[in-house]
Nanobody
């Protein structure tokens, strides 16, 4: 059974930091591309950051220079370090794993709220 379990969300003030974690089980983690997506109320889900099996990363323009995605293949974990958070970063953040377009798994999401 494939499971992706996010943690680390919460309420933070503008300018603050959070670190999201995603624990993965049930797949050959090291071969999967991992990503973090987010969905704000009334908006479509969007890609925030992705990391390939080889460690190459990509980011949405809106988070470049503020967010960092990383992975630990031995622990089957993926992380999203979020710094300099803004109110517009408020959303439910989802962990995603993909392989060859045939395998696409999602976590249940974790709420991030940036507010003073």
């Amino acid at each position: 059974q494939v499971q992706l379990v996010e943690s680390g969300g919460g309420l933070v003030q503008p300018g603050g930091s959070l670190r999201l974690s995603c624990a993965v089980s049930g797949i050959s983690f090291s071969i999967f591309r991992m990503g973090w997506y987010r969905q704000a109320p009334g908006k479509q889900r969007e890609l925030v950051a992705g990391i390939s099996s080889g460690g190459s990363t990509n980011y949405a323009d809106s988070v470049k220079g503020r967010f960092t995605i990383s992975r630990d293949n031995a622990k089957k974990m993926v992380y999203l370090q979020m710094n300099s958070l803004k109110p517009e970063d408020t959303a439910v953040y989802y962990c995603n794993s993909k392989w060859r377009g045939d395998y696409d798994y999602w976590g249940q999401g974790t709420q991030v709220t940036v507010s003073s």
